[in-house]
């Protein structure tokens, strides 16, 4: 193990950047998606729920066959995973997040539209806030999904840590299957971390620790 970092140290690290660069690329795309759909359609639930029955639609279908239906738009690469990635995570995002402002009990989205905000205030001063631990909940959930499924993304030649893995099955090399394992399970394992203190900032800054 140690001997493979030492002679082949630079191979792994460019193949754990290239998986970071595909995990966050594709949740940055998929939050900035289920944040405008959630915006739009946070008063239409049979919209919202048509939306997540289609997202979990393309969830059920096997990323091989993914990847084999894009490849022909748009190619071998980066971009192709990048797109199946986002739409995997997507539809956790949308789930958790409704599922979230689902919960929060009518009464006080009542009382917030009494006072006279519109949907849009409502959506952001209140729903949002009282929504902050499900929607993190979402976000980790996602990114621990995408990081596992990013490995097949070698496959179509986007780089990343199942360069390694795969390698190390190719060639029976139980030393490149453990570090393509480990370096994926420490990637998991920073980046909920990573998001577990962006939550507790953010969640002190706006003083939403008080909301239970």
């Excluded at 949740?27 to 959630?38: C, R």
């Excluded at 997540?52 to 190619?75: D, E, H, N």
């Excluded at 995973?81 to 402002?101: C, D, K, N, P």
């Excluded at 952001?124 to 902050?132: C, D, E, I, T, Y």
Aim: with cysteine; hydrophobic share 55%; charged share 10%.
């Amino acid at each position: 193990m140690i001997t493979y970092w030492v002679n082949y140290h630079e191979r792994l690290t460019i193949a754990l950047y290239q998986h970071l660069k595909l995990v966050f690329l594709s949740l940055g795309i998929s939050l900035l998606l289920a944040v405008i759909l959630i915006a739009i359609f946070s008063t239409r639930a049979q919209w919202l729920n048509t939306l997540i029955y289609f997202f979990s639609a393309l969830y059920s279908v096997p990323s091989y066959a993914f990847f084999a239906l894009l490849i022909p738009m748009t190619g071998l690469g980066t971009t192709t995973a990048v797109i199946v990635l986002s739409l995997y995570s997507e539809y956790i995002l949308l789930r958790t997040f409704t599922t979230g402002i689902q919960q929060i009990d009518p009464m006080v989205v009542e009382a917030a539209t009494g006072l006279g905000m519109t949907d849009y205030q409502v959506l952001k001063k209140v729903q949002l806030p009282l929504a902050f631990k499900s929607i993190f909940a979402g976000i980790r959930l996602a990114l621990t999904s995408i990081i596992g499924i990013a490995t097949i993304a070698s496959t179509i030649n986007a780089g990343g840590l199942g360069t390694i893995l795969f390698d190390g099955l190719r060639t029976q090399s139980l030393v490149k299957i453990l570090w393509g394992s480990l370096l994926t399970i420490f990637l998991c394992l920073i980046s909920v971390f990573f998001f577990s203190c962006i939550e507790i900032i953010v969640t002190k800054k706006l003083g939403l620790e008080e909301i239970k």
